[in-house]
């Protein structure tokens, strides 16, 4: 599940560190609050129908904003960014104002409530009993074994984020490999690249799809074809790597990157017994995450057109509803589990709190964006970029955001504090270009997604690396050809999107 950077798996050293992603949110907040002093105001008119800004229609404004006022910008901007209310009357962002909700209250409850379901689920055995019974199943038969457990990956990073979580999966996953025959790197891919190409090709990960489609104003079931489509192919795709590795290595262990030492020969890990309440648990883990899907997909404008109105059965369920949603299948997972009421409080406070860090980069990057709103800057940076894509081919706008996002993805590793800092601004120039905002919520998902799978400021890489026991310049061998693949294969399926509209 994609928090924030963590220092797991990190070595103490005096020497440069890079600083964290809330470090990295707040400079740029700061940096910003500079920028507004020189960079001019402006606006655009918005459209009667939708409330976007019409294209063409910027104008040059003259605000002039007292130093007061901005220090309090600035001084209220994390606040803000949680509860700022939109005035109806000026548009500027406040704790006071009477308006619409700007904060992102809404997705900060959600994060959290989605902690609590993940962890007591966790706690309860579940997961890795079920894991753990499909390793004991295909037995020896090692490649097999590694494409379902990829699979099993894929599809927790597509759905829920799994990332962090991945990291209690290595004392189970590295010895099965090695006992297999397979080297410690096969070991680290299975678990590394599987929720990360899942992340990558999200198709309803709330951390990465729900935030940026909430900060995008669209549903985050628009562009789902696409980002299914990305997920089957990337996934096939990078299982074949793996197992043609993988293969090589069996074959002929001389031929491993990082060798097969001898002391590698480890017992198979016990595992947990999938009883028949665990099971239970297992199912309704994937109802639970089902039923998110179903009800968050607007069945009627996918397959009638958008301007159609919701079936009668159709839920449209936003935030609010989902977070209750996993706060009553937290309780219902905990009972069945058989947790006393202090265990399941107890798991229940420690799982949101293992969260609020991602919570909290919401909040700060939500903060920038009002720090832009109230200095009326927004829109004149937006110009900017339009004026940037001005007669550029429709293919080629969905490539642009995702070279764009690629060096955000760095400094941010936050899937969800990068959506909800980049989101705001590079949503609208979609509409400039005459496509579908979700373009660039797949391009956003997908330059970042492409950035941690191997960059060193991510927890999750450097954690598994050191738990698999694999150098970090190892790694870097491996991936570097496969990250060439899958940059060419993004790029190529955001500029096929330009010319065939998929829901």
Avoid: C
């Avoid at 025959?181 to 899942?198: E, K, N, T």
């Avoid at 480890?266 to 899907?293: D, S």
């Avoid at 905002?437 to 598994?464: C, D, H, K, Y």
Wanted: aromatic residues 10%.
């Amino acid at each position: 599940m994609d928090k924030t950077d963590t220092d797991v798996g990190k070595k103490k050293t005096g020497g440069f560190r890079f600083p964290s992603a809330y470090t990295i949110v707040a400079l740029v907040a700061v940096a910003v609050w500079v920028a507004a002093f020189f960079i001019p105001t402006g606006s655009y008119a918005a459209d009667p129908d939708t409330g976007r800004p019409m294209p063409g229609s910027y104008e040059r404004t003259d605000v002039e904003i007292p130093l007061g006022d901005r220090l309090y910008d600035l001084f209220m901007a994390p606040i803000h960014g949680l509860y700022g209310v939109q005035s109806e009357e000026t548009g500027v962002v406040g704790a006071y104002e009477i308006g619409e909700l700007f904060g992102s209250a809404g997705v900060f409850l959600f994060v959290l409530a989605v902690g609590m379901f993940i962890t007591v689920t966790m706690k309860s055995g579940a997961i890795d009993a079920g894991l753990g019974r499909v390793s004991q199943k295909f037995g020896n038969r090692g490649i097999p074994l590694i494409v379902i457990l990829m699979v099993l990956f894929a599809l927790g990073g597509t759905t829920m984020g799994m990332a962090e979580e991945t990291l209690g999966f290595y004392a189970l996953v590295v010895p099965i490999i090695l006992a297999l025959g397979y080297d410690r790197l096969v070991a680290a891919s299975v678990i590394l690249f599987g929720a990360g190409i899942g992340t990558l090709a999200s198709t309803f990960n709330p951390f990465a799809t729900g935030v940026a489609s909430d900060a995008a104003d669209i549903s985050m079931g628009e562009g789902v074809t696409l980002r299914a489509i990305m997920l089957i192919a990337l996934t096939a795709i990078t299982i074949g790597y793996v197992a043609r590795y993988a293969t090589r290595v069996k074959r002929d262990p001389d031929r491993s990157l990082m060798g097969i030492d001898p002391n590698d020969e480890e017992k198979v890990t016990a595992v947990l017994n999938l009883t028949v309440r665990r099971k239970i648990i297992l199912t309704l883990l994937t109802l639970t995450f089902a039923m998110m899907i179903f009800s968050i997909i607007p069945w009627a404008q996918i397959l009638q057109g958008p301007d159609t109105d919701s079936y009668v059965w159709q839920l449209d369920w936003y935030f609010p509803e989902l977070a209750a949603l996993f706060v009553v299948m937290t309780i219902v997972v905990g009972l069945v589990a058989g947790m006393s009421e202090k265990t399941l409080t107890n798991n229940m406070v420690s799982g949101a709190g293992d969260f609020i860090s991602a919570g909290l980069i919401i909040i700060l990057a939500r903060g920038v964006t009002v720090i832009m709103n109230n200095s009326e800057i927004t829109d004149t940076v937006l110009n900017a970029l339009e004026n940037a894509i001005v007669g550029a081919p429709g293919w080629l706008f969905g490539p642009l955001m995702f070279l764009l996002n690629v060096p955000l993805a760095f400094l941010v590793p936050s899937s969800s504090g990068h959506a909800t800092l980049a989101m705001p601004v590079l949503a609208p120039l979609a509409d400039f270009a005459g496509l579908d905002r979700e373009v660039v919520v797949t391009a956003f998902q997908s330059a970042s997604g492409w950035i941690n799978l191997f960059t060193p400021t991510s927890a999750v890489v450097m954690g598994g690396l050191a738990l698999a026991k694999v150098g970090y310049g190892t790694y870097l061998r491996f991936i570097g050809p496969l990250l060439g693949i899958l940059a060419l294969l993004i790029i190529v399926f955001l500029s096929l999107d330009a010319f065939v509209a998929l829901p």
